[in-house]
Structures are given as C-alpha cells and as structure tokens.
C-alpha cells in the first residue's frame, strides 16, 4: 500500500479508508488529522482517529479548524442541516477532548499547527464572553495554551566535568571515594 502522503483518498471506499487508518502509525494519524478532507467520510476516518491516545493537541486543533466550524459555532442546533449533523457531533467529541486534556500537548515538532486561526478564534470567544453570548464550542484557554505559546524545545547537550579527585575515568565518582568520607568520624 501506498505511503499516506501519497494515498489518493478519494480513490477509496469508507471501509478501505479505515482499514487503513487503523494501520497507521501515532505520527501517521497526526499526518491525517491534519490534511484529512471533510467532504469525504469525517464522522468514520476522523472519528476514530480523533479518539486515539497517540493524538498530539496541534493535530486534533487543526483537524477541528479544517472543519470551518465558525460558520455553525452560534446556529442553534435545529437550524443546521441534516447533512451536517455528524460532522457537528465530531467537532462536539473534538471540543470535548480538548477540554479534557485528552490529546498529547507536544507540539514543538508540528508543522500543520492553525495558529492564526486558533488566536481568531480564542479572540472572538473573548468577545463572545464581554457581549454575554456563548458559541457552541468553547476552548477552555488554558487547553490550547500550548499552542498559542509554544515553548522552543531545548536541546540538552552533554554536561563535560573534569574528574575530582577519587573519580573514575568516567568522571563519576567510585563508591569507595563516596564511602570513605562517612567512615573518618
């Protein structure tokens, strides 16, 4: 089978689909989190996707916002077309997920991060909160914080030490030279 990235998945069936994200690797299924296309079989590939534990936040978020989900965010529920049902109810389990802390929060390595998006967002739901109004999906700040401010990831180099005195050539100490201080009393 084909690489993901060169996978044409309009080519495939729903049940072809799946059995191939089930095969998938954590960073495979970030990969399709993030390039997955919504007029296809969201609610099935995506879904289950979604509810997996090796999900990173950066994934889950940009799949969340591959959706455009502002254009249902303030129509009550009864308004929204039958067609969209189910992709509303997996953006529903992915706003919950977020929430919950569910998806792993590493992000430093991600490329498909919705950035803009994500502050434009977090701004209107500001707004939404001084105007006394709510939109169907909230992000809880403190959530997506790591993506609004990325920590650079450190890259931790080898401490040198130059051996002390009862050292090893390792630079450790020998337990002999750890003890001896503690019998001289």
């Known amino acids: 089978m084909a690489s993901f990235a060169e996978m044409d998945w309009s080519d495939l069936s729903e049940a ?23 007029s296809l079989y969201p609610e099935t590939i995506l879904g289950w996707a ?39 109810r997996l953006l529903d389990a992915m706003a919950q997920r977020v929430n919950a802390g569910f998806y792993l929060p590493g992000v430093a390595h ?16 500001q707004e939404d909160v001084n105007e006394n109004r709510r939109g169907r999906w909230v992000f809880e700040e403190e959530m997506v914080e790591p993506l609004l401010n990325p920590v650079p990831e450190v890259k931790s180099r080898p401490v040198r030490r130059s051996a ?3 050292a090893g050539k390792t630079g450790i100490p020998v337990l002999g030279a750890l003890v001896k201080p503690l019998m001289n009393f």
């Open 16 to 38: 072809e689909q799946l059995a191939a994200v089930r095969r998938a690797r954590p960073d495979e299924l970030n990969q399709i989190l993030c390039e997955y296309d919504w």
């Open 50 to 88: 979604s509810a997996q534990r090796s999900v990173n936040l950066c994934a889950a978020i940009t799949a969340f916002f591959n959706a455009d989900p502002m254009r249902f965010n303030y129509l009550p529920r009864s308004d929204i077309p039958a067609r969209y049902h189910g992709a509303c």
């Open 110 to 125: 991600i490329p498909c991060i919705r950035q803009k998006t994500l502050r434009a967002w977090m701004h209107y739901q």
């Open 164 to 166: 002390p005195d009862g």
